[in-house]
């Protein structure tokens, strides 16, 4: 073997400089193993809940980090340990705080606690939510458990280096050099069956940015070989139609054993080279890898895997071969002296026992600090309550309780706050300082232990949405009415030439100027990078976005109508809504989603499914403006925030007249604001997008027949109604309706809890409140299909009526 081959690095290393890398990263490997085993061990004894590990794929991940530069980026998903210690961003006690969920962002600076072992970030943000210089740091995006769902947010990370290389405006040294970051990609073999990996696969190719997927191949998908999973059984193969030649572009392909350290590095250096410098996606395929304590603590591998394979997966371990390659090596230089890496196997045996106890010590020491806060405050309590259990006349049932928590050596916070909160019962009709000492204890630790758990759904810093303030468009004295479309054209002019690093892409988009002509011309005046067409993958386009936003950019994604967000809700929820979340705030990508609904023509273009939108993009903004001046106003805001938002635009609303606004780029639509948009005195009326203009024009007729409605714009579901200004409607109405085009127990059923039980306005009604929504089948085409699909203006006129009649039947005759 030459030395120059095995060489990790782009300068000649001498051979002891070699020699140390070599035997440096095999300690790395024993270690991140040995963390396996203990990690498994641990779940089976029950400090830790699951367990699922690395083991088996050391190897090729330490190959991977000789060629992750700092300012690159991994999307990967949770094999990757070994990684992540190789680069210097993962000790084994952060590993185990991990696997313990310790609550504590310090302690395991992955998550806090928030998600099982394995999920693998960096920190991007300052404390003040501020983007830290990401070119002077290894960076691991946020993982996520859904299998490929790493996949799309993987795109959009290499799509940002393409930027920052071709568009002179947006280069910035914090966030790339000249565009020179590589996406690096992890996943296993059998995900690679996923839709979404084909998606990104295509997207990437027709992109050609600098991203190198990694798929971890070792035979099995949990308990099912790749021949259920893969045609042929190899991604490689099947793909080979993607690898550029000289009829056009494409991917780079190389496949390479996972148990051959020095062309592992080999193969990642020709991989690294390709995709950095000349921006083409790489595909490496890592064959021949096994798991040697199986997929997970959920269950054993021998109960699927024949005796032969098991023989196998011992025979061909990835550690157990780099150490027969170290313990074999070597070399004679030109003194015809015979180099090699150890002189005898003692000294191997001496790195795995100080690994082994390395991963030991870091063992106990984050189960010791796991626990030191719980224990002190279970100290505190078992005083309390000896105290307490003195002075009750159920002194019985407290010791029985008190004794029950000192048994339990290694407690948990449900233990402590469960005993004190049933304790509580028992001393309801009691009165004593020390009831008070247990009252004050519990709401103390509610207090402090409670964002533990819960924080950061949304931004906590000052570029919170809510924290924008409202500016209302201001006109001329003789302001033109003009169709909707050039308001929001126009808005987005000015945005685009306000801000360099604005971008918006999807289907349609760019050419035409999207469906709508809300974009018209816009890419002949910003160019082809910042106003572009995309291919129809709504996942990948949500993904574009995501990894844009977190290398700084502020992107704009389009989904061209609302229903085909059903193609990407599982990006949007599971990486998007929970990203600040699931770092506890040390990352963020505000990604603004752009699409257009509520039109009724039909089961494909009409969907409103706001209920299923707002309980699955938790930590998402979602806002329903009722015409474009309001969307304007939204996008405007946003672009002040640090928080991802969904915006619904109205598709009635484009040749709909408005005023033509003359500050645009100023004005700002509130978060979380009501408004009323007519002032009544008989019953308050909520509704939102398209709707509400209906329920507008019926509420002229409704006063013909006297009948006085208030009307509230709700503008925003999530946040909603942050200055409770419906219950003051409720309060002087006493009635209430809630309309809207979802399913029936969708959006309105969220809105009617938002008011009645957290604003309180049950106790001012004297009226039953009432939703009134569309039907539970999607809407039928055409236009007895709109009118007898969703709410109409008969409906909501004579339904409000019915409302009034029961109130007054004297006055309010039957209509029939």
Not at 401 to 429: F, G, Q
């Amino acid at each position: 073997m030459q030395l120059e081959s095995s060489s990790t690095s782009q300068e000649q290393l001498s051979f002891q400089q070699f020699k140390k890398e070599v035997l440096q990263d095999y300690k790395i490997a024993v270690i991140s193993r040995e963390c396996s085993i203990l990690g498994r061990r641990e779940v089976l004894t029950g400090k830790a809940k699951f367990g699922i590990f690395g083991d088996g794929k050391e190897v090729p991940q330490l190959a991977m980090a000789k060629a992750f530069k700092k300012g690159d980026f991994r999307s990967g998903y949770y094999r990757d340990q070994t990684f992540m210690m190789a680069i210097g961003e993962l000790t084994p006690q952060q590993f185990f705080a991990g696997l313990y969920a310790h609550p504590s962002i310090k302690a395991d600076p992955m998550s806090g606690g928030r998600q099982m072992g394995g999920h693998f970030s960096t920190h991007s943000l300052d404390e003040n939510g501020e983007f830290k210089n990401l070119t002077e740091q290894y960076n691991s995006t946020s993982d996520i458990s859904p299998t490929a769902g790493q996949m799309p947010r993987m795109l959009g990370i290499a799509y940002a280096s393409k930027l920052f290389r071709n568009i002179d405006e947006v280069k910035n040294p914090k966030f790339s050099n000249n565009g020179n970051e590589i996406s690096w990609g992890t996943i296993g073999n059998a995900s690679t069956s996923e839709g979404l990996f084909f998606e990104t696969i295509n997207a990437a190719g027709v992109l050609q940015v600098p991203m190198v997927i990694n798929v971890w191949d070792d035979d099995y998908g949990i308990s099912v070989p790749a021949r259920f999973q893969t045609t042929k059984e190899s991604i490689s193969e099947i793909l080979k139609g993607f690898q550029r030649d000289e009829k056009g572009d494409g991917y780079e392909i190389f496949v390479v054993k996972g148990w051959d350290y020095p062309q592992l590095i080999d193969t990642y250096n020709k991989a690294s080279k390709i995709a950095r410098e000349e921006h083409v996606p790489v595909l490496i395929h890592v064959k021949d890898l096994t798991q040697p304590q199986g997929h997970s603590t959920s269950g054993s591998h021998e109960r699927y895997k024949t005796k032969e394979r098991l023989i196998w997966e011992k025979q061909h371990d990835c550690v157990a071969k780099m150490r027969d390659w170290i313990f074999e090596f070597e070399l004679q230089d030109e003194n015809n002296t015979i180099l090699k890496f150890v002189e005898s196997e003692s000294e191997l045996i001496q790195i795995e026992k100080d690994a082994k106890k390395l991963v030991s010590q870091a063992k106990r020491e984050a189960w010791t600090a796991f626990l030191a806060p719980v224990k002190n405050q279970k100290i505190r309590l078992l005083n309390i309550l000896e105290n307490l259990a003195n002075k009750s006349n159920n002194k019985v049932f407290i010791n029985k309780l008190k004794s029950e928590l000192t048994a339990i050596l290694e407690p948990s916070r449900k233990d402590l706050l469960a005993t004190a909160r049933k304790v509580a019962v028992y001393i309801r009709n009691e009165n004593s300082v020390e009831k008070t000492q247990l009252q004050n204890w519990i709401t103390s630790y509610l207090k402090s232990e409670q964002p533990l758990f819960s924080s950061h759904l949304y931004s906590q810093t000052n570029k919170k949405a809510t924290n924008v303030k409202e500016v209302l468009p201001t006109y001329n004295q003789k302001a033109e009415l003009v169709d909707g479309r050039i308001i929001i054209k126009d808005n987005f002019d000015t945005i685009f030439a306000n801000n360099d690093n604005v971008f918006i892409f999807g289907e349609d988009a760019g050419n035409i100027g999207d469906v709508n002509q809300g974009l018209v011309g816009l890419q002949e005046k910003y160019g082809k990078l910042r106003v572009s067409d995309t291919g129809i993958r709504e996942a990948t386009i949500v993904g574009q976005g995501i990894g844009m936003a977190l290398r700084g950019l502020r992107p704009i994604a389009e989904i061209q109508y609302l229903d085909y967000l059903l193609y990407a809700i599982q990006i949007l929820s599971d990486d998007l809504a929970s990203l600040q979340y699931r770092t506890v705030g040390t990352q963020k990508a505000p990604l603004i989603i752009r699409t257009r609904g509520h039109r009724l023509e039909g089961i494909w273009h009409s969907g409103s499914p706001m209920g299923a939108i707002v309980h699955l993009l938790r930590g998402m903004n979602i806002l329903v403006p009722r015409n474009m001046t309001k969307a304007a106003g939204f996008y405007n805001t946003l672009l002040e925030c640090d928080e991802p938002a969904l915006i619904v635009e109205n598709l009635n609303g484009y040749r709909l007249k408005e005023k033509l606004p003359n500050n645009f780029g100023e004005f700002r639509t509130p978060i979380g604001v009501v408004e009323t948009v007519k002032e009544g005195s008989d019953i308050t009326v909520v509704s939102y997008g398209s709707t509400l203009k209906i329920v507008q024009d019926v509420g002229k007729d409704l006063n013909q027949v006297d009948i006085d409605i208030e009307i509230i714009d709700v503008q925003s579901l999530l946040p909603f109604d942050i200055n409770q200004d419906i219950v003051k409607s409720v309060q002087k109405t006493n009635r209430l309706i809630i309309i809207d085009e979802d399913v029936p127990g969708g959006a309105s059923s969220y809105l009617l809890n938002e008011i009645l039980e957290k604003q309180n306005a049950y106790q001012y009604l004297d009226s039953k409140p009432i939703t009134l929504t569309a039907k539970s089948h999607r809407p039928a085409y055409g236009t007895d299909g709109d009118y007898f699909s969703k709410p109409n203006a008969e409906d909501i006129f004579e339904t409000i009526y019915k409302i009034m009649q029961e109130v007054n039947p004297s006055k309010f005759k039957n209509l029939y």
